[in-house]
């Protein structure tokens, strides 16, 4: 079983929401900086968004303001809560681990944990 497990992706209409959940291992989800990455079909894998160990979070431009990362120690989860949703979103979503350097990478390579990935698509 892996260690990461995302849940909640779906078909929504343009300007529709959705939330991605990541379930982790206790050992992982406490000591390491979580995030979301997306790839659409053709492209390479994108950084979405991340956040430390101490709840600060990061976003590129393209999702800054309508995508919100969160994490429940309690639970051991992450979350995306995705607002305002474009067909440019489409795209299967994952979440990710990287032990802590400082700020979270946006860099694939970096990440030490993957999950197997959640599709979204949205349909204008």
């Known amino acids: 079983q892996g260690q990461l497990v995302e849940s909640g992706g779906g078909l929504v209409q343009a300007g529709g929401s959705l939330r991605l959940s990541c379930r982790a291992s206790?050992?992982?989800?406490?000591?390491?900086?979580m995030a979301w990455f997306r790839q659409a079909p053709g492209k390479e894998r994108e950084f979405v968004a991340a956040?430390?160990?101490?709840?600060?979070?990061f976003y590129p431009g393209s999702v800054q303001g309508r995508f919100t990362i969160s994490r429940d120690d309690a639970k051991n989860t992450l979350y995306l809560q995705m607002n305002s949703l474009k067909p440019e979103d489409t795209a299967v979503y994952y979440c990710?681990?990287?032990?802590?350097?400082?700020?979270?990478?946006?860099?694939?390579?970096?990440?030490?944990?993957w999950g197997q990935g959640a599709q979204v698509t949205v349909s204008s």
């Open positions: 990710a681990a990287e032990v802590p350097k400082g700020r979270p990478s946006r860099l694939v390579g970096l990440y030490d944990y």
């Open positions: 206790g050992t992982i989800f406490n000591t390491h900086n």
């Open positions: 956040i430390t160990t101490g709840g600060n979070t």
